[in-house]
């Protein structure tokens, strides 16, 4: 939710800043759509599992790396695009993690704490809806990739990993590079015939 929020932030600050976000679709894009539905299908997949498969299963771990790997390489074919080098380092980063801790992004009590101070948390616990698995530091591999980034914004708290802070950074570099500044239309050029007489003339 909060990667949706950033992104939505990022393209009405480029609206703001008068950005072109037409360009985008000027830039040449490879894959194809069938490869980027398969993408979408993965992820749509990995979503029912979070939704309604409990507990962390060989399914749940299989969606995530196919999902992910996948994404990747449409990343990489596309790596002339802006943020696509950015883009891919966060998805392997976040998957790497996801991964080593059973297919779930792992959380400390701590922080599932900030993010919902009135809700009591157990370890090993799974939050409804959602990809975390709560996990104490000791026990968290990797524990540096995990969501461990605290966000508070003044509608909510949020913790992410450094492997989001890089995919927002590759989807900011693409916004603002693959768009152009909108340009002001010149006045046109006055020209004699125009029905403007040139001073002095009788």
Avoid: C
Wanted: hydrophobic share 55%.
């Amino acid at each position: 939710m909060f990667l949706a929020e950033a992104v939505v932030f990022m393209v009405i600050l480029a609206l703001l800043l008068r950005r072109d976000l037409s360009a985008i679709g000027r830039h040449p894009f490879r894959g194809g759509w069938k490869l980027a539905a398969v993408v979408a299908g993965l992820f749509v997949i990995q979503a029912m599992v979070i939704l309604y498969v409990p507990g962390q299963t060989f399914l749940q771990m299989t969606v995530l790396i196919l999902s992910q790997v996948v994404l990747v390489l449409l990343v990489i074919l596309n790596h002339h695009l802006p943020g696509a080098k950015l883009l891919a380092l966060g998805i392997i980063l976040n998957t790497t993690v996801m991964v080593a801790n059973g297919g779930w992004m792992p959380i400390t009590a701590e922080m599932n704490h900030f993010v919902h101070p009135d809700r009591v948390v157990e370890e090993l616990d799974r939050a409804p809806n959602s990809k975390g698995i709560t996990l104490p530091r000791s026990e968290t591999r990797l524990w540096i990739l995990s969501d461990i980034v605290r966000v508070k914004v003044p509608w909510r708290r949020t913790v992410v990993s450094v492997g989001d802070l890089v995919v927002l950074a590759g989807i900011a570099q693409f916004i603002f590079q693959a768009t152009s500044r909108k340009q002001t239309p010149l006045p046109a050029p006055v020209t004699a015939g125009d029905g403007i007489e040139p001073a002095g003339a009788e």
